[in-house]
């Protein structure tokens, strides 16, 4: 009797023992996974994205301003669309997702406010023209009236983009015509064309001559004061992340932000 009431309860643990096993292996794994998805969790929910469209003149300073925001906000990412004001603004309006669209001109940030797809752009700089000429400037381009001389290799921006609408601003104000061997699509494929040499002179933005430093010299001339552009900026109305897009351009336009503009040459509007 006693070996088989032994045997009973022998026969009873080892059926509940491995059961036991089982549900603390399972508690085991419930404890241990929980641990690893809250630590993992933040950083996830963290991950944040910022889109933000602006003007190629603004390259290298919004790409600072970009570093700046990511260290004051972990976890977050700034992500730049670079390029001509016209083409970034026809981007936003066919559906492209940004947060927050930067403009090297009133007209193209226009296109997106008449879409209702923002409101209340504010000016943050503004910019002016310089001629680039390589630095040995073999041409001997001196002023803006030598850019008339057929001889003269010229590279504009297309019209339809600011630095293009601005240097016909330009050559309208000093009364000269000048017939460019290239139109481009943006101010930094204009100023290229001078690096590489392949043409002679092109107007270009000041802070895009200082930005080449050692690469082109700049040229000044009066006129460019006729046809100086205004840059607004703003928070897009449908903005994937609209709250941090505020807070990316209240950092444009922050004592800090206009910091980094002007030592770029930029000027205050």
Request: charged share 20%; hydrophobic share 45%; with cysteine.
């Amino acid at each position: 009797m006693v070996f088989r009431l032994v045997s009973r309860r022998l026969s009873r643990w080892a059926v509940a023992a491995p059961v036991a096993l089982v549900i603390a292996g399972l508690s085991g794994c419930g404890s241990g996974e929980p641990a690893a998805s809250s630590a993992s969790a933040p950083a996830a929910a963290g991950a944040t994205e910022v889109n933000v469209f602006a003007a190629a003149s603004l390259t290298g300073t919004f790409t600072e301003l970009g570093r700046t925001f990511e260290a004051a906000h972990p976890g977050t990412t700034v992500k730049f669309n670079f390029g001509s004001s016209a083409t970034l603004a026809q981007q936003i309006v066919q559906g492209a997702p940004a947060d927050v669209f930067a403009a090297a001109s009133p007209a193209t940030m226009k296109t997106v406010t008449d879409a209702s797809l923002a409101s209340g752009p504010a000016t943050f700089v503004r910019n002016k023209l310089e001629i680039a000429v390589p630095k040995d400037n073999p041409a001997k381009v001196d002023e803006l009236k030598d850019l008339t001389d057929p001889k003269v290799k010229v590279a504009l921006c297309a019209e339809q983009v600011p630095c293009g609408a601005a240097a016909v601003k330009a050559l309208e104000a000093a009364g000269l015509k000048v017939t460019p061997v290239t139109l481009e699509q943006d101010v930094k494929a204009t100023l290229t064309k001078v690096e590489l040499g392949e043409v002679d002179a092109a107007l270009v933005y000041t802070t895009d001559v200082i930005a080449a430093a050692g690469r082109v010299q700049g040229i000044d001339f009066p006129e460019a004061d006729k046809a100086i552009n205004d840059y607004p900026i703003a928070t897009l109305s449908k903005a994937p992340a609209g709250d941090l897009a505020k807070q990316f351009v209240g950092l444009v336009l922050s004592q800090q932000g206009k910091d980094v503009l002007t030592k770029a040459g930029f000027q205050s509007p």
